[in-house]
């Protein structure tokens, strides 16, 4: 006898988003592309012409405390709370734009804020300053924002929040 569930198991945490400084790794190939994923919801996808030679990626979740600082009305929605992805290796560059999928947490986005102004940020080490990127596909049933990108960095999915009443500039 098989037992069959009522309904389908629910992932922990580290199922979905992999556990804190795991990396999943996996090789992408100048014809055929590739995938890489980190537990179920973490994703970088690219497509044929992306590298010119077979390179190995990996995607490492990382905790709040290794995360840049934010910008001023920044709020950092990546799930698991306050998580960020580090893509690597650091500093790969891509000839063609790759996809990179990143969750959020609902729960995280303030009062006001709809799904649909989350963008996936990424850290430019060199200007010392979040930059969002191209926004591909909001998925509300996953909980997940796909962008694209031609390099790999630091990550997180973030909305901005400009104050009610701004001061004198």
Request: glycine residues 10%.
């Amino acid at each position: 006898l098989t037992e069959a569930s009522a309904s389908a198991p629910t992932l922990s945490d580290g199922q979905r988003f992999g556990q804190e400084n795991q990396t999943g790794w996996g090789t992408i190939d100048p014809d055929a592309g590739g995938k890489v994923m980190l537990g179920t919801d973490v994703s970088f996808e690219a497509g044929e012409g992306a590298v010119g030679k077979r390179t190995s990626v990996g995607i490492t979740r990382k905790g709040p405390e290794t995360i840049p600082p934010l910008e001023v009305g920044m709020v950092n929605v990546t799930a698991p709370a306050n998580g960020a992805y580090r893509f690597l290796p650091k500093g790969q560059k891509f000839a063609k734009p790759v996809r990179v999928g990143l969750p959020y947490d609902p729960s995280l986005l303030p009062e006001g804020i709809a799904p649909e102004e989350i963008q996936t940020w990424f850290y430019d080490e060199a200007a010392e300053q979040w930059t969002a990127l191209p926004r591909v596909e909001l998925q509300r049933a996953t909980s997940r924002v796909v962008s694209e990108t031609t390099h790999f960095t630091f990550m997180i999915n973030a909305v901005l929040v400009l104050p009610e009443h701004p001061g004198p500039s």
